[in-house]
């Protein structure tokens, strides 16, 4: 990927950031290529998305955006599943599914652009009642 390439991924990823306040960070190593795109398939189902970038184009990306809080976890195999809607929509799909895949966990998420929450954090977000 040159540099223009990469500027492309960049400003379209910001773009997505800022426009989605509700996004969870997720260690998806270990997972296989059919469970990640089952995977894909039930998060886009339920209206969000899912990418796996590298970590400094997803920081790259993330500034000026409520992504941003969430720049000290971005460390290691990390993907980003994110929502402009529904946040408890978004982590009933990604706890359900960490539940029959023990390869992918829950690193942080945020909600409304400025709620940090930690793995147990985005669990009990799966529990309430959705929008």
Sequence with gaps: MNRT??????DELHKEF????HAVLLDFKGLSVPAVTEFRRKVRASGSRYRVVKNSLALRAAKGTPLEQLEG???????????ADDPVALAKVLVDFA??????????GIVAGS?????????????????
């Design 115 to 131: 709620q940090l929450l930690d793995a147990a954090g985005v669990k009990a977000l799966s529990t309430m009642p959705g929008l």
């Design 73 to 83: 976890k971005l460390e290691g195999y990390t993907s980003i599943a994110y929502s």
């Design 18 to 21: 800022k426009e989605s306040p």
């Design 99 to 108: 539940k029959e895949n023990p390869q992918l966990s829950v690193k942080a």
């Design 5 to 10: 390439e990469k500027q492309e991924l960049i």
